[in-house]
Nanobody, 121 residues
Framework: QVQLVESGGGLVQAGGSLRLSCEAS????????MGWYRQAPGKQRVLVAR???????NYAEFVKGRFTISRDDAKKMVFLQMSSLKPEDTAVYYC???????????????WGQGTQVTVSS
């Protein structure tokens, strides 16, 4: 089992910035991918940004140029720097990871509990 703990959400005015952090923990797992999804009220959960393996980051079109994802593999952490925030960015942001269990080679997806980001106009 992998646990994900997020931090950094909150209330910010439009045009402002926030930085989300997420730390993974768990024994006998190798972290392959980490990233962020979000879910606005009444809508489905969608990808915001993620990094899988050594590939370049994958961003949703609606955050390109405004959000930056980064990883610290030594600390099993992922960050999301959000700038030029808009009211439509308001959502619960979920940390995501793709982890492989050592020994079996089976991969699993895990989710954090979510952190609220609210952008006021």
């Amino acid at each position: 089992q992998v646990q994900l703990v997020e931090s950094g959400g909150g209330l910010v005015q439009a045009g402002g910035s926030l930085r989300l952090s997420c730390e993974a923990s768990g024994r006998f797992f190798l972290i392959n991918g980490m990233g962020w999804y979000r879910q606005a009220p009444g809508k489905q959960r969608v990808l915001v940004a993620r990094i899988v393996g050594g590939s370049t980051p994958n961003y949703a079109e609606f955050v390109k140029g405004r959000f930056t994802i980064s990883r610290d593999d030594a600390k099993k952490m992922v960050f999301l720097q959000m700038s030029s925030l808009k009211p439509e960015d308001t959502a619960v942001y979920y940390c995501w990871t793709l982890a492989t269990r050592t020994g079996t080679g089976d991969s699993y997806q895990y989710w954090g509990q979510g952190t609220q980001v609210t952008v006021s106009s």
